[in-house]
């Protein structure tokens, strides 16, 4: 028997579709009190406030 898994968003309580939404973090400065974790829709995601955060790794050569 298959099982399915069905995301739902925990800002908005909508279900949220196949390869969309986002998980947030939250990571305390006191380790103790632990962290805090999200799941969001696009729609959600979008309005939360922060920065984007720049990729890691190494850049790709420019085509030339």
Partial sequence: MARKTIL???NCSKEVPESRGA???LNYQDARRGSK???LCDDCAA???GQQVARRGRRPKSMA
Avoid: I, K, N, T
């Fill in 37 to 39: 974790q999200a799941d």
């Fill in 47 to 49: 309005g939360m406030p």
């Fill in 23 to 25: 998980v947030m973090r």
């Fill in 8 to 10: 739902v968003c925990d």
